[in-house]
């Protein structure tokens, strides 16, 4: 799964509050190396804080990590998981005629309510922007474009040209040495309007592409399809409160870290909530041995006489 961290950590003021610590699952088959990525990726952004040394250990101290992968356990988590699904958002990157070997890679949307999200579009042809920063002179003809992040120009400004020329979408492909991060706009970017969809993979991902992108234009005939996908999956992860009960944390829309926190913050909430109902009732004393009288019927009763 692809996970936007840094929200989550530039915010601690809300995560450092909650009682639970978070266990972070791994589902995929390379579980150390995720729990590798995962601590170093969280400790870069941890140092870009200005926490104290104190608040640091305390958030650090709330994350736990386990490199077994989920489905190799033994335990009752695998069977939660599978019960407790969520979605994989994801392309898959076919050829036509049906020659080279399908291409299946996580995705990550563009920035929540800026763009839409590409969960409807339909097949398409793959095609390479191969110079993103320039208006095309020719059209895009519903085709799905793939695009390098330069630093010449912003991914507002590529959206842009690619729908002028008629794209149905636009896939980015990650800057070398970078994660995937959310495709976002910038101050009067974000008054443009745009309507084409854009999503962001691994640079990795990108570079398999483009290496078939090159394999197929060799090729008369052929040309490669895109599917934009959600497949389900296992969960991704699960909750245990206070009382030791489990509990079932929601749909996430967006892949943030900030979703835990979140989360945790209910739980908090919930903890709060019971325990001040458990408390004697509060009785406030308004009138005590006072003599009232009704107002209301004490003015009609003086308007008859």
Not at 261 to 277: D, E, R, V
Request: glycine share 6%; proline share 7%; hydrophobic share 40%.
């Amino acid at each position: 799964m692809s996970w936007y961290v840094n929200g989550y950590v530039y915010r601690p003021q809300r995560a450092l509050k909650h009682r639970a610590g978070e266990v972070g699952p791994v589902i995929s088959d390379d579980a150390k190396a995720d729990v590798s990525w995962m601590q170093s990726t969280l400790q870069r952004a941890l140092d870009g804080t200005h926490l104290s040394a104190p608040e640091k250990d305390h958030f650090q101290q709330r994350m736990h990590f386990a490199t077994d992968p989920v489905p190799d356990s033994s335990t009752w988590i695998p069977r939660l998981l599978e019960e407790w699904t969520t979605s994989r958002k994801v392309i898959t990157v076919s050829t036509q005629p049906g020659r080279l070997r399908n291409l299946t890679t996580e995705r990550l949307d563009s920035a929540y309510g800026w763009l839409p999200w590409p969960d409807t579009l339909p097949s398409a042809q793959l095609s390479l922007l191969e110079d993103p920063c320039t208006p095309l002179n020719v059209s895009a003809d519903g085709r799905v474009l793939l695009a390098l992040l330069p630093d010449e120009c912003s991914a507002a400004e590529i959206v842009r040209n690619a729908q002028d020329a008629g794209a149905a979408a636009v896939i980015f492909a990650a800057p070398e040495g970078h994660d995937v991060f959310p495709i976002s706009c910038k101050e009067e970017e974000c008054a443009w309007p745009l309507s084409t969809p854009a999503t962001m993979i691994s640079h990795d991902a990108g570079a398999m592409l483009l290496s078939a992108l090159w394999a197929v234009g060799e090729r008369p005939g052929y040309q490669l399809e895109v599917r934009v996908e959600e497949q389900q999956v296992p969960g991704y992860y699960a909750g245990i409160d206070e009382q030791g009960r489990l509990i079932e944390m929601g749909w996430m829309k967006w892949p943030s870290l900030m979703h835990l926190a979140w989360q945790g913050q209910w739980q908090n909430y919930l903890h709060n909530l019971h325990a001040n109902l458990s408390k004697p009732a509060l009785t406030v004393p308004i009138f005590v041995n006072q003599v009232t009288v009704n107002i209301l019927l004490h003015n009609q009763a003086s308007e008859v006489e």
